[in-house]
């Protein structure tokens, strides 16, 4: 699989110019989960989550932000590709 991610958060620490998502993998989930679940749970662990019907995108956030500068940038096992 090849998937180009571009997002537009650039506080976030996996952006790179030209709106690049870098991370390796990223989760997508409900903003409930967002809000709920710790740092330690994204993207290595989203194959075995529970799913999340959501209705519109308003409903729907990346598990996977982290901003910048951020001292939690390796909480959640993923990481920034060259
Ligand atoms: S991890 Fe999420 S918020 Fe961060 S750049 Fe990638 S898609 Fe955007």
């Given amino acids: 699989m090849n ?8 506080t976030c620490h ?3 110019n030209g709106n690049h998502c870098k991370a390796n993998k990223i989760m997508v989930t409900s903003d409930a989960v967002g809000d709920s ?3 330690n749970f994204d993207a290595p662990q989203a194959s075995m ?8 995108c308003m409903e ?6 982290v901003p910048n500068q951020s001292d939690k940038i390796n909480a ?6 060259s």
Avoid: L, R
């Fill in 14 to 16: 996996y952006w790179a």
């Fill in 60 to 65: 729907t956030a990346c598990k996977t932000f």
């Fill in 37 to 39: 679940m710790p740092d």
């Fill in 76 to 81: 959640d096992g993923v990481y920034k590709q």
């Fill in 49 to 56: 989550a529970a799913p999340t019907p959501a209705n519109t």
């Fill in 3 to 10: 998937q180009e991610i571009y997002c537009s958060v650039n």
